[in-house]
């Protein structure tokens, strides 16, 4: 079971973790943004560790909603609303629980993608935070089906997010900022399917403890 303190300290430790790599973020999307994308990330989660206190009694659901409503009005650029959009979704999908399954689990973040391909409309392999998810929750349905142990279902989905944000690097952004540039997009890491994997690694690393 995942309990409630974990999610609060899951959301914490990905705050700490985007203000860890904020300038790495940034350098990321400096060479196919707006260099923009790990300042904004930091500050909205900055913002969600403000809010945090004033929710963290309340059900898993109210506390992922409270986070994605305060990261979509106070994260500028694409990333605000797709990742407020996905923590909403998130929280409508577990809304009233106190604890959650690893069915609960894929649920939640299950239905956090479904928000984030709703609002963004990518496809696989169009250079986005999407290529990290999509194998992530596939990895996740396969460990899950087969009966596994929470943490070992994590790791399998934060072995597949990396490799799905590694191979973002050869391809040719078909959506966002990233996409006017062409093929001047290939041979860069996408910043959006980075701060996904650092967000869900956060996850594993919060189960973990």
Not at 96 to 110: A, I, P, V, Y
């Amino acid at each position: 079971m995942i309990t409630k303190d974990q999610i609060v300290r899951w959301l914490e430790k990905t705050a700490a973790v985007l203000h860890e790599n904020k300038s790495y973020l940034t350098d990321l999307d400096s060479a196919i943004g707006d260099a923009d994308h790990g300042t904004n990330m930091d500050r909205g989660f900055k913002k969600v560790m403000e809010k945090l206190p004033t929710v963290s009694d309340k059900d898993i659901g109210n506390i992922l909603k409270t986070t994605g409503m305060t990261l979509i009005s106070s994260v500028g650029g694409a990333s605000g609303p797709l990742y407020g959009t996905f923590f909403m979704r998130s929280g409508m999908a577990m809304a009233s629980k106190e604890e959650l399954s690893n069915e609960d689990l894929f649920k939640l973040l299950q239905a956090g993608v479904e928000g984030v391909v709703q609002r963004g409309r990518p496809n696989l392999e169009d250079k986005t935070m999407y290529d990290a998810w999509a194998p992530a929750l596939e990895a996740m349905q396969q460990a899950l089906s087969a009966g596994e142990e929470t943490v070992a279902i994590l790791e399998t989905a934060v072995a597949a997010a990396e490799q799905g944000m590694k191979n973002t690097i050869p391809l040719q952004a078909r959506k966002g900022r990233a996409s006017y540039l062409g093929e001047r997009s290939i041979g860069h890491q996408d910043p959006g399917a980075t701060s996904s994997y650092l967000m869900l690694n956060a996850l594993l690393e919060t189960v973990k403890e």
